[in-house]
């Protein structure tokens, strides 16, 4: 059953071939067996899961079935989750039991889907490589002394090992597509708004988003159908018509302009990558698309934009984690403003620390100016690139990641080398357009992902794109070797 799509488990759920029960136990065993070698989870309740199956089980018996009722799906620990410990990777929220539903969990429930755990990830969401984790390094199942990407490298690990059908993540500055890219899975980072930030755990406001991480495109489109839609929780929820991904999915794609940005195959770039991403190309040439040479000029401007902005809104975020209201708090002070300092350093792990560090600096009244502003009339001209080149194509496509999963420590002593991980995935979220990644190929059996980027709200065409790729091709179909 670890191999079947959502839509397998759904009509075998429909079909009486197996219970919710059943299908939640299934996976409940193979994380027994398994989570222990990659770290991929932080919270498991298999009395919770269970319960939840067993209601989805009554209502599938009703005949009120949606696509994803009874299927168990793995949630991101940035998540909000009412009765679960929702800990976002951090020692400072280690004793906090969420007291309500995230928009996303609640869509979730709402359709009886079963939530079957909380997934690992980078501490608040902050690194590229599921090293800063306050609950340990997560590993990749393609080989475990290598990372599986950050900081949703927990969702893509248990999707990768087949510990889950599938799973949220959230993408701050490539977040879902670059793990996604190293575990060989199908990642999408949706427009900015389509899904709802409320009960998501903030990192940096203006760029965080939530979204699926699946084996395919068309896992992805269903889970999209979840989790996408106004809510009035969130003032940066987009309010348009709720669309069906599903529809469509499977449409020709003749005709398709793509467009190849020439800074995304320069230095940096592994060699055998750019090879990978040249077949997927001729890929798409074969299937009837058109490939159109474009520039992005101020996409090597991304990476100091986005430590400049995601570090200051960091800083303004994580200011409630004072020890006072929840969370954990210093055992020994000897005032308030001790608690509070003591709290902080004992609280925070490096990386979060070195961010909050750089935010408070950026914002300061004589820095303002100098830095975050100037970051973001930068990232306005970043914006205005993208909609320049899609006057000339429908799809960007590159790169996800510079080069395959690396060995776990290799660059966590770098700040720096371990950001330009980012170096393809972060213009998205500074523009605030949809991207999504998906397996190409292997490199000494680690997978290579490929990116595509749409214009606003076209996550239906990216979905179209990948799966008509993913019709022809069998690199989504993978499976890393020791978890069959």
Not at 7 to 16: D, P, Y
Not at 324 to 342: A, F, H, P, S
Not at 355 to 364: A, E, F, H, K
Request: aromatic share 10%.
């Amino acid at each position: 059953m670890e191999k079947l799509s959502l839509r397998e488990l759904s009509e075998g759920l429909k079909a009486r071939k197996f219970s919710s029960v059943e299908l939640t136990q299934f996976f409940l065993d193979r994380l027994e067996k398994y989570n222990l070698s990659i770290n991929a989870f932080i919270s498991i309740d298999k009395d919770k899961s269970l319960a939840m199956a067993s209601r989805s089980d009554s209502i599938i018996k009703e005949g009120k079935q949606d696509y994803l009722t009874g299927v168990p799906i793995a949630q991101k620990d940035i998540f909000c989750a009412e009765g679960w410990k929702t800990t976002c990777g951090s020692k400072m929220l280690d004793n906090f039991i969420s007291p309500y539903d995230a928009t996303v969990i609640r869509k979730f429930n709402e359709i009886s889907a079963v939530n079957l755990g909380k997934t690992n990830m980078d501490e608040f969401a902050m690194g590229s490589s599921n090293e800063t984790s306050y609950y340990g390094n997560v590993k990749n199942p393609w080989n475990i002394k290598n990372v599986p990407g950050g900081s949703s490298g927990g969702s893509a690990a248990a999707v990768a090992a087949m510990l889950a059908p599938a799973a949220t993540a959230t993408d701050t500055g490539g977040s879902i597509r670059q793990p996604a890219s190293l575990c060989g899975l199908t990642g999408l980072k949706p427009t900015y708004g389509l899904v709802s930030r409320y009960g998501m755990i903030a990192f940096a406001s203006s760029l965080d988003q939530a979204g699926p991480m699946c084996h395919s495109a068309e896992d992805c489109a269903a889970m999209l159908n979840v989790m996408s839609g106004h809510d009035s929780k969130d003032s940066t929820s987009i309010e348009r018509e709720k669309e069906n991904y599903l529809n469509g999915i499977k449409d020709p794609i003749k005709g398709l302009k793509i467009g190849i940005p020439k800074e995304f195959f320069s230095e940096g770039l592994d060699p055998d990558v750019e090879k990978i991403i040249e077949q997927g190309i001729n890929e798409y040439k074969k299937l009837g698309a058109e490939i159109v040479d474009i520039s992005l000029p101020n996409n090597h401007l991304s990476i100091p934009v986005y430590y400049v902005i995601a570090p200051a809104e960091a800083s303004s975020n994580l200011s409630r984690y004072d020890g006072v209201r929840y969370g954990y708090r210093t055992k020994e002070y000897d005032d308030l403003m001790d608690m509070y300092c003591k709290t902080r350093e004992e609280g925070f792990g490096d990386e979060v620390k070195r961010r909050i560090m750089i935010g408070t600096y950026v914002l300061s009244a004589g820095y303002y100016d100098a830095y975050y502003l100037k970051a973001q009339k930068i990232r306005r001209l970043i914006s205005e690139d993208f909609s320049k080149a899609f006057k000339k194509c429908d799809v960007i496509l590159g790169p996800s990641a510079p080069s395959v999963a690396f060995p776990i420590g290799d660059k966590k002593e770098d700040p720096l080398k371990m950001y330009m991980q980012d170096v393809y995935t972060i213009s998205t979220n500074l523009a605030g357009l949809p991207g999504l990644s998906m397996p190409a190929g292997l490199i000494n059996n680690l997978p290579v992902g490929m990116q595509l980027i749409g214009n606003y709200f076209s996550e239906a065409k990216l979905l179209n794109i990948a799966n008509v790729f993913q019709m022809n091709t069998d690199w989504h179909r993978l499976s890393p070797k020791g978890f069959e």
